[in-house]
């Protein structure tokens, strides 16, 4: 069969993290910066689908396309590692170390950011016909998107900033389960349908990835958005990174670790 049994799953979880730990700067680098290239281009799609439909569910539905491709493919996520690389910590496996999985957590971090920069700068040329016109439908929809998640949270001062770090650790409870889900399975087909699900779920709930918005904001701002990078940062990106990181670390991997790695003697019947 092709379905992976929970205690399965966590010690691949746990391998997968201690090779995250040991990789390679120049291979963490490549793969990251890949990841978010792939991420950002998923969510010009799901954006257009959206305008061009009417209907936001259809981007949703649309979007865990380029999270299949980039898992498929080996790719890395930030909020991805979050979950994985502290597990072979917990696990005690040779030679990782804290200093060893912020490392990982860095590199992944910084490639992320350079592939969905790169992309929103592409994605903006061609919305604006090398920058001569103003933006089509769907680079407005990211203006009106981008302003409502840096400003829009802003307004509502320590409310908005709780209300978007508590976004983030949603989002990443969903998004981490789509890295764990495509190890539920041994067959292509399965680890997609396995991915879609909750991968969808955060789309279509508005939650708040830190990857995502690395590619959100910049392609606001080259487009014109009315908003600084400190805007940005202070109103999304640290509060949602931070989210992010409990929502993987904790909600996800630290539950799957203590209940399928650690399990306890099942109770004997007489």
């Known amino acids: 069969m092709s379905y992976v049994k929970p205690a399965e799953l966590v010690q691949t979880m746990i391998n997968v993290g201690e090779s995250k730990v040991f990789m390679s700067t120049r291979d963490t680098l490549i793969r990251s910066m890949m990841a978010g290239a792939v991420l950002a281009i998923a969510v010009a799609v799901a954006i257009t689908a959206a305008v061009q439909t009417g209907v936001p569910l259809v981007g949703a539905l649309v979007f865990p396309v380029g999270f299949c491709i980039l898992n498929l493919m080996g790719f890395d996520l930030l909020t991805g ?159 949602v990174t931070l989210g992010n990181l409990i929502g993987g670390l904790l909600v996800t991997g630290l539950s799957l670790y203590v209940t399928h790695g650690k399990t306890l003697p099942l109770r004997q019947r007489k």
């Open 81 to 239: 590692v979050f979950a994985l690389a502290p597990l072979s910590r917990f696990e005690k496996r040779a030679g990782v170390t804290w200093g060893g999985i912020l490392r990982n957590w860095t590199l992944v971090g910084i490639g992320n950011l350079v592939g969905a920069v790169a992309v929103a700068f592409f994605v903006a040329l061609t919305f604006t016909m090398n920058f001569t016109l103003e933006p089509n439908a769907v680079g407005q929809a990211f203006i009106k998107a981008s302003t409502a998640r840096s400003l829009g949270f802003a307004e509502h001062g320590i409310n908005g900033w709780v209300t978007v770090f508590v976004k983030g650790i949603l989002c990443n409870w969903m998004v981490s389960l789509g890295v764990v889900s495509a190890m539920v399975s041994t067959s292509v087909s399965g680890k997609i349908m396995a991915m879609w699900l909750p991968i969808f779920i955060f789309f279509a709930l508005v939650f708040e990835h830190a990857v995502v918005n690395m590619y959100l904001f910049p392609l606001g701002m080259m487009l014109g958005a009315d908003f600084t990078i400190m805007d940005w940062l202070v109103w999304n990106q640290i509060p």
